[in-house]
């Protein structure tokens, strides 16, 4: 089932994510505007809108978020193959993503630390070439 919901959800997104699903939704709300006055802007009128709004953005945001899980997932694992591949790289950062919140937090501060002794190296280049 796990295969199927995922080529379904990819299929979807894909789908509404066009320039002509757009103009088909905004053309389906222009429609329901200008039908306002033959149903006198009744309550009834309004709750399809509403109701109908309400349904697509309820079940849009289980197929984004399936479709961006399934993605973030993929990027991950080729990230982690490009770190594993390369002599250099630390293993460390290969799924890196299940890391807690203090083991990032110490990457991050060493990041800081070399972006700030890049920043000072290259302040002191462009220093020395002023003169």
Do not use: C, Y
């Not at 199927?4 to 320039?19: C, D, M, Y």
């Not at 505007?33 to 709004?53: A, Y």
């Not at 193959?81 to 807690?100: C, G, M, P």
């Amino acid at each position: 089932m796990n295969g199927r919901f995922a080529r379904f959800a990819l299929a979807i997104s894909e789908v509404v994510g066009t320039p002509r699903a757009f103009l088909l939704a905004l053309a389906l709300v222009v429609v329901w505007g200008v039908t306002g006055p033959l149903f006198h802007f009744s309550d009834s009128w309004q709750l399809v809108i509403n109701t109908g709004t309400t349904v697509v953005t309820f079940l849009m945001v289980f197929l984004i978020q399936a479709t961006q899980n399934r993605e973030t997932r993929a990027l991950h694992l080729k990230l982690d193959e490009l770190i594993r591949s390369q002599r250099k790289a630390r293993n460390i950062f290969t799924d890196l993503e299940h890391a807690t919140d203090d083991e990032l937090a110490e990457l991050e501060a060493e990041f800081r630390k070399v972006r700030a002794r890049a920043e000072a190296r290259q302040a002191a280049k462009s220093a020395g070439n002023t003169h």
